[in-house]
Nanobody, 118 residues
Framework: QVQLVESGGGLVQAGGSLRLSCVAS????????MGWYRQNPGNQRELVAT???????AYAESVKGRFTISRDNPKNAVYLQMSSLKPEDTNVYYC????????????WGQGTQVTVSS
């Protein structure tokens, strides 16, 4: 059974930092591209940051220079270091694992709430 468990969300003041973690089980982690997503006003999940199985990284324009994604394959974990947080970063953040070849093998965590107060 595949599980993605996020942690690290919370309440922080604008300008502050948080580090989100996502630990995966039930998959061969090194074969998966990992990503962090959040929901847009249209209730669709939008990309925040991704890191491929090979280590390539991409960010949404809105978080470039403020957020850093990383992964630790031996720990089956992916992280999102969020700095210079803004109230508009308030959202539920979801972890996603997608197989690097078989893209239909895609899994989601339950989400972790991040609230940034002004």
């Amino acid at each position: 059974q595949v599980q993605l468990v996020e942690s690290g969300g919370g309440l922080v003041q604008a300008g502050g930092s948080l580090r989100l973690s996502c630990v995966a089980s039930g998959i061969t982690f090194s074969n998966y591209n990992m990503g962090w997503y959040r929901q847009n006003p249209g209730n669709q999940r939008e990309l925040v940051a991704t890191i491929t199985s090979g280590g390539s990284i991409a960010y949404a324009e809105s978080v470039k220079g403020r957020f850093t994604i990383s992964r630790d394959n031996p720990k089956n974990a992916v992280y999102l270091q969020m700095s210079s947080l803004k109230p508009e970063d308030t959202n539920v953040y979801y972890c996603n694992a997608m197989h690097r070849v078989v893209r239909v093998n895609s899994y989601w965590g339950q989400g972790t709430q991040v609230t940034v107060s002004s």
